[in-house]
């Protein structure tokens, strides 16, 4: 099995931007986490991070021919883009939604979010263990498939 863990833009930044509100564990940690966790579920885990809305696309279009699932946190986008909702739908393969916030926490705008209708599920709030958790159930739904 082969999930693609995409990280949507300023997520780079992970462990210096708002730690307060992202944690302080860097993105290449919180990979590092969902890697070893996908290897004790019976998975490979592949991660890919971009700020710019079309390698995200791209990325979605390509796991179409490789992955069994995606867990994707889109960022800011998620509140902004149909480009991102319609690569979603096209691709026909599971996508969770991750969010590290409690985006039902913070401004009114991140409240909708454009992808959650064409996502298998959404998770927020949990900081790291909002990828960790997305993928064990992403897993269990391929599984049941």
């Not at 210096?16 to 490979?44: C, F």
């Not at 979010?113 to 909002?130: E, F, H, N, P, T």
């Amino acid at each position: 099995m082969k999930i693609l863990i995409l990280h949507g833009p300023n997520l780079n930044l992970l462990g210096t931007r708002e730690p307060e509100v992202y944690g302080a564990m860097t993105m290449d940690q919180i990979n590092a986490k969902i890697i070893e966790l996908g290897k004790e579920l019976g998975a490979e885990v592949k991660c890919q991070q971009s700020n710019h809305e079309g390698a995200l696309i791209d990325a979605l279009h390509d796991a179409r021919t490789w992955a069994d699932g995606v867990v994707f946190n889109p960022g800011g986008y998620t509140h902004t883009s149909v480009a991102l909702r319609d690569a979603i739908s096209s691709i026909q393969i599971p996508v969770i939604e991750v969010h590290l916030s409690n985006v039902y926490a913070r401004e009114e705008f991140r409240y909708q979010s454009m992808i959650s209708a064409v996502c298998k599920g959404k998770i927020v709030g949990l900081g790291w263990r909002s990828y960790a958790l997305a993928l064990r159930a992403l897993i269990e739904m391929i599984h049941e498939k």
